[in-house]
């Protein structure tokens, strides 16, 4: 709440919907939903925080009007989460870089993810961010997952990827395979370390040297996810919160300023 008290009155007012909290702290499970979150509060809009089951996406936003992200294989609809709507413009907004987008655009007295002359760029950063760093991460945390979630989305989650994957999830990506993803995720972020120290002394924290990013919130929302679904004293985080000199937990927890679940 104390980073409501310092955030300027604004008239902007948005529904935000994302996947339900896991137990280990109060916000949402899944990369997606926090990195909106993020935006919101950064940006201090107010908004209001309605809760779904993962079983329940579809008629959630089917309600809202919002549109479906992807078609399934069998033709029919595939709706995601994070979604916006906001009352101001009527308008239901899902992905995570469409409400990002679409804040800076509807509210520009608010401080921009994308800030001028910057899109294209963080554009091209994003294309490499999740083949490079979340979705080898994403392996490496897939067999912890459903344990986060509630019991509904628990059976929903299993059900749904255990099919996809044709095995039980504990099992898709284990031992050598599984210290693979780890070493992938590692070379990501040496890149993207390298990219921020071109920078210059005292700016290579932050892509964009002084100014919060887009894509700062996006590697901050893979990280943070990893933090919460193995628990801060597990070793698997630990040696993610080693790497670089502890860059990477010293980013989020610089980020944590705007992590309020409102």
């Excluded at 529904?15 to 950064?42: D, E, K, S, W």
């Excluded at 579809?58 to 078609?71: E, F, I, L, Q």
Aim: net charge positive; hydrophobic share 35%.
């Amino acid at each position: 709440r104390r980073w409501l008290a310092a955030c300027k009155d604004t008239s902007a007012h948005a529904r935000m919907h994302g996947t339900p909290p896991t137990f280990i702290c109060p916000q949402t499970l899944t990369t997606p939903p926090r990195t909106a979150r993020y935006v919101l509060n950064y940006k201090c809009i107010p908004y209001r925080t309605e809760w779904v089951e993962f079983p329940d996406i579809a008629d959630v936003c089917t309600k809202y009007g919002a549109p479906p992200t992807s078609t399934k294989a069998d033709g029919s609809p595939y709706y995601t989460l994070p979604m916006i709507y906001d009352p101001k413009t009527r308008k239901a907004v899902v992905d995570s870089d469409a409400i990002a987008r679409y804040l800076d655009e509807t509210y520009p007295g608010t401080p921009p993810v994308f800030p001028p002359g910057t899109a294209a760029l963080q554009t091209a950063l994003l294309e490499t961010l999740f083949p490079s760093v979340g979705e080898p991460f994403f392996f490496v945390l897939l067999g912890r997952l459903a344990p986060a979630l509630p019991a509904r989305s628990k059976e929903y989650f299993l059900r749904t990827r255990e099919k996809t994957f044709g095995k039980p999830l504990d099992q898709v990506c284990v031992g050598a395979e599984r210290e693979a993803k780890f070493e992938a995720m590692e070379k990501g972020l040496d890149k993207i370390a390298a990219w921020m120290r071109t920078n210059g002394p005292g700016k290579e924290n932050l892509l964009l040297g002084d100014k919060v990013s887009y894509v700062d919130i996006q590697i901050v929302s893979i990280l943070i996810w990893g933090k919460i679904v193995l628990g801060e004293s597990d070793p698997d985080w630990k040696r993610v919160a080693s790497w670089h000199g502890g860059k990477w937990a010293r980013m989020v927890e610089y980020y944590n300023q705007w992590a309020t679940v409102v």
